[in-house]
């Protein structure tokens, strides 16, 4: 084999390993399990630091807003159990309480869930409209 073609196989092979790389480096920091309240709190100790993202309602007469600070305190539950959320941010339009949100970050051993992300889901509660009869 010529030394010019062995050099183009070692490069490409490096390139494809990089490529490799980038995409499981990007895969894995997209991929955060996805869990309820109750699967959160039954997790315990276990769970503390880690990543997670969490699903719920915003528990009504909870939201506390800091306009100066851009902080964001509610309580968020699925109906059997509860956790405090702090996030920091902006308030997104669709965040009401009673409503549905996703959240993302860390829980930690002081029982709050720390909120990196944070996303109002729309309420989907479609209601189809009267059928008339034919007469």
């Given at each position: 084999?010529s030394?010019k073609?062995?050099?183009?196989?070692?490069?490409?092979f490096?390139v494809?390993?990089?490529?490799?790389?980038l995409?499981?480096?990007?895969?894995?920091?997209?991929?955060?399990y996805y869990?309820t309240v109750?699967?959160?709190k039954?997790?315990?100790?276990?769970?503390y630091?880690?990543?997670?993202?969490?699903?719920?309602?915003?528990e009504t007469?909870?939201?506390?807003?800091?306009?100066?600070t851009l902080?964001l305190?509610?309580?968020m539950?699925?109906?059997n159990?509860?956790v405090?959320?702090?996030?920091r941010?902006?308030?997104?339009?669709?965040?009401?309480?009673?409503?549905?949100?996703?959240?993302?970050?860390?829980y930690?051993s002081?029982g709050?869930?720390?909120?990196?992300?944070l996303?109002?889901?729309?309420?989907?509660k479609?209601?189809?409209?009267?059928?008339?009869?034919?007469?």
């Amino acid at each position: 084999m010529s030394r010019k073609k062995t050099k183009f196989i070692v490069g490409a092979f490096v390139v494809l390993i990089l490529v490799g790389y980038l995409v499981y480096a990007g895969m894995k920091g997209s991929t955060l399990y996805y869990m309820t309240v109750s699967e959160l709190k039954a997790k315990g100790a276990g769970i503390y630091e880690e990543g997670v993202r969490i699903s719920g309602n915003v528990e009504t007469g909870s939201v506390q807003w800091n306009p100066e600070t851009l902080t964001l305190q509610f309580v968020m539950t699925d109906g059997n159990e509860r956790v405090n959320a702090v996030y920091r941010g902006g308030m997104p339009d669709m965040f009401t309480e009673g409503g549905p949100v996703v959240i993302e970050g860390r829980y930690t051993s002081d029982g709050v869930f720390r909120a990196t992300q944070l996303f109002a889901k729309c309420p989907s509660k479609y209601e189809p409209a009267e059928r008339k009869e034919r007469q």
